[in-house]
């Protein structure tokens, strides 16, 4: 690896509100677990199929499975998003882009957890209006629709990325 400048970079406005935003989506995904919980039924659609169909069952505890997951993905993507030095960049790093560069992968990671905490928020809220309803599909228009964003901003960010060389 080559020899990167270490700069302790200040948490953007943007990058504040995101932390926000998947902090919301977070623990909205925990208290609505918490207030269904005794409302679920024992057994409840843990897997959908292609065509957002129930394909898999699992018992009530699984739904913890989904929050659980999610500390991992917010703790992980904090922490690593407080060394923007250790990170593959498409161009090589320099102490004159270096600023730049690492003020938009910290962005990126981000972004993504963001957006992938409202991805979990949004299976876990599907998991549960399944086992309500019993015959519930997954929404493949939204599905689709969080997946275009997460890849969407990848793409973008990348392209920032070789722009800012």
């Keep these: ?21 998947s902090l919301l989506a977070f623990l909205g995904m925990i208290a609505y677990v918490a207030y269904e919980w005794h409302d679920m039924p024992e057994r409840i659609p843990m897997h959908f199929n292609g065509k957002g169909e129930i ?17 991992i993905i917010y703790v992980g993507l904090t922490l690593l998003s407080k060394v923007p030095h250790v ?3 498409p161009s090589q790093i320099t102490s004159q882009n270096a600023r730049g560069q690492y003020q938009n992968a910290r962005l990126l990671i981000n972004s993504m957890k963001t957006i992938i ?5 949004f299976i876990e809220w599907s998991i549960i209006q399944s086992a309500k309803e019993g015959t519930a599909e997954l929404n493949l228009w939204v599905l689709g629709f969080i997946l275009l964003i ?9 392209i920032r990325s070789k722009q800012l060389k």
């Design 1 to 21: 690896m080559e020899n990167r400048p270490v700069i302790q970079l200040a948490k953007s406005r943007i990058e504040t509100v995101l932390d926000v935003i």
């Design 55 to 71: 394909d898999g069952w699992g018992n009530k505890m699984s739904l913890i499975a989904v929050p659980c997951i999610g500390v």
């Design 87 to 89: 990170y593959n960049y």
């Design 117 to 121: 905490l409202i991805l979990f928020a």
């Design 150 to 158: 997460l890849f969407g901003t990848i793409i973008f960010f990348i």
